[in-house]
């Protein structure tokens, strides 16, 4: 086995031509074996296999750089490159995370999550180089899909106008982002792939890049010799490749969008290993098709993740073109939302709350500057969302949740889900976010359902007691029901407890009619609590004697967490939520204390 053999490049470069074939093999089993049991980025590694093995044969680094956009493709470049260990020993895969990261080795430049960004960090490091009269080469890995983000886009532009020494752009072309690739510049890579790299229908070309074309991109040693032609290049050159994704798992070459990330699964088989369940993402989605069947003028807009709505093939062709897939350029899809709903649309945008964070200029100008009437579905937004560093839903209620306009709604569960969507997609007079719940689907039950969110600001009640309020948002609200309930116990009190609907706001007149019997209120929310909700009813409350107790999490960056953990770290457990009650209780008496 070569593979056990690699403790980095210097060993691939070791092999004979017949001997790297088969070290692409044995790759694509541990890929293939390691995420049948921990789940991951299946297709895209799985196509980048040669790439990243020629790579490491003709660039010297960490003397040369290589930045992978994205990252998700880096698997085999953490095994050539001293962490095979990871991936071909059951005790060792926790070691390394799904993307490069810096503190894993000097091969790794940056930690990458988001799309569209390895030309403009090749770039710098290109620059910083010429600055200071380095030497060696920088190579940006970006994939087609990618290619549909703005900053990919600037990158390109500021590269082929502007740098004017070595970098090298290689351009993984698979023909697919996560699902198909949408947008107008994908004509010119399907005419570069059918004339061989020799259509006049050329991006890179016209932006001033020179550009080198490899059929087999799939290929070692056709890879090796496009690479080494270009190495040491005085001028910045694209190595456009032409891949396949998934190539080496047949269901993984057979369901490439089903298969681009997975989680664990049969490795004969390729089942997974859970049954599939309901989220809310299906939820949010079957409620769109909903609305877009009763209304034509409903449309749903996603920024290359039809995941977002769960919006599978079957179900992306029952929407038709009421549904818009920009491609991985989020902030075009805000403003795109932004014009319709002024032209008179009504547009639904679905988008992850860490790819939201791309989109704060638009937000704040496009749409609420311009109060135009669109409505934001911001899923992924919890605890329970995507754990790695690069991916945490936590940042949204800060980011968005400030800003003037804006409402920005939080249910608690299905029934509540469905009726902000309805009104948010009829009212014409804001703009709307939603912050779809990430845990499991729970329903209303016997609990009332809000239809009429006009009148901004103002909380539910959901059971009125006395000394101490519990107001938990969106999907806290069962944990505001276990914390009242673990406050009788321990303390006698009947808590009020508050769904605030309205994480935007605060209630003035409910906060204040609050001071009358309560002492103590207690915020819960799913989010950072700097800049938070919370923040909001404490800054509410600061000028009176109510002792106010947030929860929420640090401002802090987590990374592969178990939320259970992180949860009990921030004290978001109903018994310490009441043994806290128990201590503010103590030190003020519950005596009233109303606004000074």
């Not at 998700?72 to 990871?86: F, P, V």
């Amino acid at each position: 086995m070569y593979l056990e053999s690699i403790e980095g490049p210097q060993d691939v470069r070791a092999l004979t031509a017949g001997q790297r074939v088969a070290l692409a093999s044995e790759i694509r089993h541990a890929i293939v074996h390691k995420l049948a049991a921990r789940g991951g980025h299946v297709g895209s590694n799985l196509g980048f296999v040669e790439a990243t093995i020629a790579l490491h044969c003709v660039f010297d680094g960490p003397d040369d750089k290589i930045v992978f956009d994205v990252s998700h493709q880096s698997y085999t470049h953490k095994m050539l490159t001293g962490r095979k260990d990871a991936f071909l020993n059951e005790e060792c895969y926790g070691d390394v995370s799904g993307f490069t990261d810096p503190d894993e080795s000097d091969y790794d430049l940056f930690r990458i999550g988001h799309t569209s960004t390895s030309i403009s960090l090749a770039s710098g490091l290109a620059k910083a180089r010429d600055m200071r009269g380095g030497r060696g080469n920088v190579v940006a890995v970006i994939g087609d899909g990618a290619l549909s983000g703005g900053e990919a886009l600037e990158g390109l532009d500021y590269v082929g106008g502007e740098l004017g020494s070595n970098m090298i752009i290689v351009v993984n072309d698979n023909g697919m982002s996560i699902a198909e690739n949408h947008g107008g510049l994908y004509r010119s890579l399907a005419d570069l792939r059918a004339t061989d790299g020799a259509s006049p229908n050329n991006l890179f070309t016209a932006l001033g890049l020179d550009y080198r074309y490899v059929a087999q991109g799939n290929d070692i040693d056709a890879l090796i010799a496009a690479f080494t032609d270009v190495k040491d290049t005085d001028h910045p050159v694209v190595v456009h490749i032409r891949t396949e994704k998934g190539l080496g798992y047949a269901p993984a070459q057979a369901r490439k969008e089903e298969w681009h990330w997975h989680a664990p699964f049969d490795e004969t088989t390729g089942r997974s290993l859970e049954a599939p369940a309901r989220t809310y993402m299906t939820e949010t989605g079957d409620h769109l098709l909903d609305l877009m069947a009763a209304d034509p003028q409903v449309t749903g807009i996603i920024a290359g993740t039809p995941t977002v709505f769960d919006f599978t093939p079957d179900r992306r062709a029952r929407a038709g073109r009421q549904l818009v897939d920009v491609g991985i350029a989020e902030e075009h899809a805000i403003a795109l939302a932004s014009g319709m709903a002024k032209g008179g649309g009504k547009p639904v945008v679905g988008m992850y709350s860490s790819f939201l964070q791309r989109t704060y200029d638009q937000m704040m100008d496009d749409v609420c500057i311009n109060r135009s009437p669109a409505t934001f579905c911001i899923l992924n937004a919890s605890i329970w969302g995507m754990k790695d560093i690069t991916h945490l839903g936590l940042f949204d209620i800060a980011m968005i949740g400030n800003i003037p306009g804006l409402v920005y709604l939080a249910p608690t569960n299905v029934e509540e889900l469905q009726a902000m969507m309805d009104w948010a997609v009829a009212q014409t007079d804001h703009p709307v976010a939603i912050r779809v719940p990430a845990n499991e689907p729970t329903h209303a039950g016997g609990r009332p359902v809000r239809t009429d969110y006009s009148d901004i600001d103002t909380y539910t009640v959901e059971h009125r007691g006395a000394d101490v309020a519990v107001i938990a948002a969106g999907d806290f609200f069962e944990l505001g029901q276990a914390a009242v309930r673990a406050i009788d116990d321990r303390l006698g009190i009947d808590a009020t407890l508050i769904n605030p609907q309205f994480v935007s706001g605060v209630d003035g007149k409910l906060l204040m009619a609050l001071e009358d019997d309560h002492a103590i209120v207690v915020t819960l929310e799913d989010g950072m609590l700097s800049g938070g909700f919370g923040s909001k009813v404490s800054a509410f409350y600061a000028p009176t004697a109510i002792r106010v107790l947030s929860y929420g999490f640090a401002k802090t960056y987590y990374d592969r967490y178990d939320p259970a953990e992180v949860m009990l770290r921030n004290g978001l457990d109903p018994d310490m939520i009441a043994r806290d009650v128990a201590d503010a209780a103590a030190d003020i008496g519950l005596a009233h204390h109303g606004r000074a």
